[in-house]
T-cell receptor, first 114, second 109 residues
């Protein structure tokens, strides 16, 4: 049971390059989330999805786009990477069938923008 | 002011000590999530609770919804408990968490 899998685990980009981070979950969860974690800032929500084909903005959505074409996958895109997007990115998912279920997190993606 | 406040921000203790980490929140939440993150590591869910108390091994979490306060206790602490502990509130009526800043715990042998 893999749980929540993020790819890649590490990436270095140059300013202006684009890339997509993939999050895959095998728990049939309805809700999926993308967060970024920066020193002293805690976890901040970028975008989230409450089901296949739906997405919504979180706390810090600027500079990012997302897609949820399949229930098990949630993609986070950076169209034109900026140094301010250097961070550790975490994906999470949780069931929408039962109230107050915990979120399950991936291992994170460390992204550096030069 | 953050909607979820943790204290202390940093805590250093000796192996075997009883540890308490506190979490206070100012928003209406339906449940409180305690998470653990080891240095350079991923985030692991410890507890999700909406009332009362939960226990798992040496870890105990309590919550008082009326007082908007939760605590995480570690009994017989061990160096492997060294990590950042994060509390997060599940906002009422929403599907989102609001996070505290985390408590960095160091247990010395």
């Amino acid at each position: 049971n893999a749980g929540v899998t993020q790819t890649p685990k590490f990436r270095v980009l140059k300013t202006g390059q684009s890339m997509t981070l993939l999050c895959a979950q095998d728990m049939n969860h309805e809700y999926m989330y993308w967060y970024r974690q920066d020193p002293g800032m805690g976890l901040r929500l970028i975008h989230y999805s409450v089901g296949e084909g739906t997405t919504a903005k979180g706390e810090v959505p600027d500079g990012y786009n997302v897609s949820r074409l399949k229930k098990q996958n949630f993609l986070l895109g950076l169209e034109s990477a900026a140094p301010s997007q250097t961070s550790v990115y975490f994906c999470a998912s949780r069931s929408g069938q039962v109230v107050n279920q915990p979120q399950h997190f991936g291992d994170g993606t460390r992204l550096s923008i030069l | 002011k953050n909607e979820v406040e943790q204290s202390p921000q940093n805590l250093t203790a000796q192996e075997g000590e009883f540890i308490t980490i506190n979490c206070s929140y100012s928003v209406g939440i339906s449940a409180l999530h305690w998470l653990q993150q080891h240095p350079g590591g991923g985030i692991v869910s410890l507890f999700m609770l909406s009332s009362g108390k939960k226990k798992h091994g040496r870890l105990i979490a309590t919550i008082n919804i009326q007082e908007k306060h939760s605590s995480l206790h570690i009994t017989a602490s061990h160096p492997r408990d060294s990590a950042v502990y994060i509390c997060a509130g599940l906002i009422q009526g929403a599907q989102k968490l609001v996070f505290g800043q985390g408590t960095r715990l160091t247990i010395n042998p």
